[in-house]
C-alpha cells in the first residue's frame, strides 16, 4: 500500500524555523515527483510547490517561491518542507501528496496525500 | 496565471438526488482538470483527472465531463458519505504547476 506519513503537529513562535517531513513508503520515492499544499483554517486548498526526488529539481508556485523550501532525502525516503523564519500567517495545515501520471504521461494528479501537519505560529 | 472559480459556494441537496457542481477556468486548461473531494479532518481524495477519468475505487455515481474552460462535476443519487467539500484543480503538465479552486461545500438539505 503506497503511504505518506507526515510529521506531527507544530508549535512555533513568529521568526523561529520549522522542517516538516513527508515519509513515503509502498514505492520507491525517486518514481514521483511530490508536491506540497497548504490549507488555512477554513480556506481551501493552495499548491506551495513540486519536486523531483530524483534530482531535486523544484518548482514554486509564484506565490510561494521565497518563502519555503522544498527538499528530499533519498536515502530514508522522505521529502521536506522547511521555513527559516515563521509568521503567523503560515498557520495552516500543510499537506504532501504523490503527483501519479496516467499511461500516456499527459495526464496528472495528486495521490495519495499525506494525513496532513498542523503547523501554528503564535506568540 | 490561470483562476478557478467553483460555483456554488455551497450546495443544499437531499439524499437520494443529485449534485451538479461547476468549475470555471480563467483561460482553457484542454482537459487538465481534476477533481477532489475532502472530508472534515481528513486529508483531500482524489475523484476524477483528465476531466471525466474516474479515480479506481471511485463510485459510478460520481461523474465529470467539460474540457476548455467549463467543466462539471455530477452526483447522482446522493449518498450520506457524499456530503463534503469538492475542489476542482487545473494542472500544467511542463514546468509543472496547478492552482485549486476555492471548493463548492455540498451540505444536506
Known amino acids: 500500500e503506497v503511504q505518506l506519513v507526515q510529521s506531527g503537529a507544530e508549535v512555533k513562535k513568529p521568526g523561529e524555523s520549522l522542517k516538516i517531513s513527508c515519509r513515503v513508503s509502498?514505492?520507491?520515492?525517486?518514481?514521483?515527483?511530490i508536491a506540497w499544499v497548504r490549507q488555512m483554517p477554513g480556506k481551501g486548498l493552495e499548491w506551495i510547490g513540486i519536486?523531483?526526488?530524483?534530482?531535486?529539481?523544484?518548482r514554486y508556485s509564484p506565490s510561494f517561491q521565497g518563502q519555503v523550501t522544498m527538499s528530499v532525502d533519498k536515502s530514508i525516503g522522505t521529502a521536506y518542507l522547511e521555513w527559516s523564519s515563521l509568521k503567523a500567517s503560515d498557520t495552516a495545515m500543510y499537506y504532501c501528496?504523490?503527483?501519479?501520471?496516467?499511461?500516456?504521461?499527459?495526464?496528472?494528479?495528486?495521490?495519495?496525500w499525506g494525513q496532513g501537519t498542523l503547523v501554528t505560529v503564535s506568540s | 496565471e490561470i483562476v478557478m472559480t467553483q460555483s456554488p459556494a455551497t450546495l443544499s441537496v437531499s439524499p437520494g438526488e443529485r449534485a451538479t457542481l461547476s468549475c470555471r477556468a480563467s483561460?482553457?486548461?484542454?482537459?487538465?482538470l481534476a477533481w477532489y473531494q475532502q472530508k472534515p479532518g481528513q486529508a483531500p481524495r482524489l475523484l476524477i483527472y483528465?476531466?471525466?477519468t474516474r479515480a479506481s475505487g471511485i463510485p459510478a455515481r460520481f461523474s465529470a465531463s467539460g474540457s476548455g474552460t467549463e467543466f462539471t462535476l455530477s452526483i447522482s443519487s446522493l449518498q450520506s458519505e457524499d456530503f463534503a467539500v469538492y475542489f476542482c484543480?487545473?494542472?500544467?503538465?511542463?514546468?509543472?504547476?496547478?492552482?485549486f479552486g476555492q471548493g463548492t461545500k455540498l451540505e444536506i438539505k
Open positions: 483561460q482553457s486548461v484542454g482537459s487538465n
Open positions: 484543480q487545473q494542472y500544467d503538465n511542463w514546468p509543472p504547476r496547478y492552482t
Open positions: 519536486i523531483y526526488p530524483g534530482d531535486s529539481d523544484a
Open positions: 483528465g476531466a471525466s
Open positions: 501528496a504523490r503527483r501519479e501520471l496516467d499511461s500516456s504521461g499527459y495526464h496528472n494528479w495528486f495521490d495519495p
Open positions: 509502498g514505492y520507491h520515492l525517486l518514481n514521483n515527483w
